[in-house]
């Protein structure tokens, strides 16, 4: 439930700004790609569960978890946004996805 009043709150933001602001931590996220690159996760499989942990992510861990690969992709991606405090209504203009011949590594587009 908590996750629903999030994302309600992160587009209500974005349609009050009317999409002429973006916020600033979308800048972060593009200059961290930049400099350091990807950020690549290691996967495990726990009581049925997939367990995604970065491995290089320079200021910290990012965790998340899921019970399929796909889900296990999108919880990345929002967990990386989240991670930059950047609104999931914003994943679209953060254009994160998975990159390289190595599944489970992921830059901006």
Known sequence: MNT????VKDYLIKFLWNGGSVPVELNELNKYFRFNGAINFDIKKENGELIA???DFIYGSIVTSAESEDELDKNIQDAILTSFDIPSSYKKEAGIHNVGK????????
């Open 4 to 7: 629903i009043k999030k994302q």
């Open 53 to 55: 942990v970065s491995k």
């Open 102 to 109: 190595e599944k489970h590594c992921y830059a901006f587009a």
